[in-house]
């Protein structure tokens, strides 16, 4: 089952739309992201590790707020979980949990 508001209706032009846009610029956000962790994983200095780390924060909140406003105007939709896939999921994962060497910090 689909999650999702109403969507917004927009014209169905060759040029590019809101949606276009707002899409585009929160693909751009999500990669930013995504590049700022690896940095971040692997940065050695501290006050520039500071400084990426106050980036990534603005670029993480504003990829939220595109996302808000996608899934606002109905043009995001996401897929209800199923009961069922997430029990298998979490039964998987304590499976995982059990080999951690410190397993006892997970409890």
Request: with cysteine; glycine share 2%; proline share 3%.
């Amino acid at each position: 089952m689909k999650v999702q508001n109403t969507e917004t209706q927009i014209p169905k032009t060759p040029q590019m739309n809101d949606r276009d846009f707002i899409n585009d610029m929160l693909s751009t956000e999500k990669y930013m992201t995504d590049s700022y962790c690896t940095f971040l994983n692997e940065a050695s200095h501290q006050h520039l590790y500071d400084e990426i780390l106050h980036m990534f924060t603005e670029t993480q909140n504003c990829q939220r707020e595109l996302y808000n406003l996608m899934f606002k105007k109905g043009w995001y939709a996401l897929e209800q979980a199923d009961q069922q896939k997430l029990q298998q999921s979490y039964q998987q994962f304590q499976g995982y949990a059990s080999q951690f060497p410190y397993n006892n910090m997970m409890q």
